[in-house]
């Protein structure tokens, strides 16, 4: 089944004035199984496409649905905040589009063998990249409770992290956790009931804070956003989907340093204009009626930035 990409026609919007000169060159840099990208080279028939993802199997499932393009696209195995690299790997200074879409993949939550989702047994593993890193397994049998409590909470904002934990630690002295389903099983058991019936299922915030903390996803995040800029050509165009507060704010962090002025208010010195320009104000969010038919949609935040000064560095 080939997903709907989330807010695809608001993020094509915001990139087609970068993309529509001869060769311009765009990024996907959370390839998938090549929805965005499919899209791009299909709405724009003069560029050139990088596609990047940490995950082997994206990598081949968008070889296939990408195939038709061959010629205009390039796609590496790599994580995005290797983005500079990759594409002086490929022959280029700067990039004139780019488009994150943040999290985990409609395709890696299909794949049930992945771990990934709550709702669904499978082994827990949880790594976008399969050929590296730990597991979720080795991660809930092997912490202390004090760290299982501290990724509850600092990445799934989980107000019973605690609870969660020591929960976890005593089950594990019984049998350790090889399965998704019973690991959902105790967290659900962990939270009070009254809280269980409300806010959808009980295990969604421990799980994602697994994932996120497995796959360092906040530490490379911080690091490719202002990667990421520094490579935009003059007058190229970013758009970045997010689904998680976390990664939100260090989205806005990023876009707003780089697009106000440093110059404090009320000194005699006429201020420089920002190398960079907001697109959206606030964050965007998709509308009911798409996110009826894209659940996934449901808590996408997009923000856009332009570069309007200077030259890729």
Known sequence: MLHQPVLLERSLALLSPALTKNNALVVD??????????????HFPNIHLIGIDRDLTAIDH??????????????VHAIYDQMPQVIAAAGYNGVDGILFDLGVSSMQLDESERGFAYAQDAPL?????????????EVVNTFGG???????REYGEE???????????????????????RLAEVIRESIPAATRRTGGHPAKRSFQALRIFINDEISILERAIPAALNILNQNGRMVVLSYHSLEDRIVKRSFTAVSTTSVPHGLPIEPTPADYRLLT???ESASEQEISE?????????RAIEKVGGVAA
Do not use: C, W
């Not at 004090?146 to 509850?152: T, V």
């Not at 894209?294 to 997009?302: G, I, K, Q």
């Open 159 to 181: 107000r019973f992290a605690s609870r969660i934990a020591d929960r976890i630690i005593k089950e594990r002295e019984i049998e350790l956790f090889t399965n998704s389903s």
């Open 62 to 75: 968008a070889k296939t649905r990408l195939a038709k393009f061959d010629g205009r696209i390039t796609l």
């Open 125 to 137: 593993d949880m790594r976008m990249d399969s050929t590296d890193g730990v597991t979720a397994a």
């Open 294 to 302: 894209n659940p996934r949609a449901t808590s996408v935040r997009l």
């Open 29 to 42: 840099a959370t390839l998938g199984a090549g929805g965005h990208s499919y899209e791009l080279l299909s």
């Open 281 to 283: 104000r606030q964050s």
């Open 146 to 152: 004090k760290e299982l409590a501290r990724i509850f």
